[in-house]
């Protein structure tokens, strides 16, 4: 890395790292967030190491429905996510929503700077705002907009092009309303509380935001993170992953990585989550 220049954060934050790739540019010293002596190559767990749950199966009268609520209490409990199937989602949905984000990505970057965030701000096409001194800076670009409540939407910031994308985007939405009622009612009998009790703690106003992430290659793999360790603010998130693996979750001192699986929507406690969870525990427990 010799010689490289080491140019202020908001500078190079007003810069894409697609258009370093694409200007064949190694990456500057507020990228480089690791080096050899720290990399730990750790190889994808298998399928059932993180918990897949079923919601399909939560409805049902069986035993099976029972089992399945305990496995959801275990994987809250220990691993605080889980991979959901049986969603109700189709595939072919969620490969359409993957695909306008890919799309959107791969346009010109005349095209993606129309809905452009400044170097400051959160919502729009760019990066995040400049990090806290001594943090590195993520290798990769995003797309982030308000989705819900609707006058909370931002339209400029909501691209045109693909032609499909507001669209799609737009039913992703409704789905993903869905999907949060169904896995918070799941995730309240599972641990024996009123259906209703985390629905109600986020309120009938609860805010939904979409954030669409592109990783571009980078000559040296070695020295950057696509996506710096952090825990999320939210309840909790929801993450859809294309087919490359590369998500990973910290657990007993380890990173863990997420399998890609096609059909599955990972979700992911945030810090509101894991405090009301503390709290219900300490009740049951002292209660």
């Keep these: 890395m010799a010689g490289v220049s080491a140019l202020p954060a908001k500078i190079l934050l007003s810069k894409r790292v697609q258009e370093m790739v694409l200007n064949d540019e190694e990456p500057q010293k507020p990228y480089i967030s690791r080096n050899d002596s720290t990399i730990e190559v750790i190889p994808s767990p298998p399928s059932d190491l993180i918990p897949i749950i079923d919601l399909s199966l939560l409805s049902s009268s069986e035993p099976c429905s029972a089992q399945e609520l305990q496995r959801l209490r275990s994987a809250l409990c220990s ?81 045109e092009n693909p032609k499909s994308f507001r669209e799609v985007l737009e039913e992703y939405t409704s789905r993903m309303q869905i999907f949060t009622e169904l896995v918070s009612k799941a995730m309240a009998k599972s641990l024996n ?15 939904l935001k979409a954030r669409f992430n592109y990783y571009s290659r980078c000559q040296r793999p070695d020295l950057v993170l696509g996506l710096r360790a952090h825990a999320d603010g939210s309840g909790y998130t929801i993450i859809l992953q294309d087919d490359v693996e590369g998500l990973q979750v910290f657990k007993d001192e380890r990173w863990f990585t997420v399998p890609a699986i096609s059909d599955a929507l990972l979700v992911l406690m945030g810090d509101q989550m894991e405090v009301w969870l503390m709290v219900i525990f300490y009740v049951i427990l002292t209660g």
């Excluded at 990090?131 to 670009?141: I, M, N």
């Excluded at 509380?193 to 805010?207: I, M, P, R, V, Y």
Aim: proline share 6%.
């Design 79 to 159: 691993w605080g996510c889980f991979q959901a199937t049986g969603h109700g989602i189709p595939k072919s949905f969620l490969d359409k929503i993957r695909q306008v984000a890919r799309d959107f990505f791969e346009q010109p970057m005349e095209e993606k700077k129309k809905h452009a965030k400044g170097v400051e701000e959160f919502e729009g096409y760019g990066a995040d705002p400049v990090p806290a001194e001594g943090q590195s800076l993520d290798w990769s670009d995003r797309l982030f907009l308000n989705v819900y409540p609707e006058d909370r939407r931002k339209h400029e910031f909501w691209p």
């Design 193 to 207: 509380l009123e259906a209703d009790c985390f629905l109600n703690q986020f309120g009938k106003q609860a805010t």
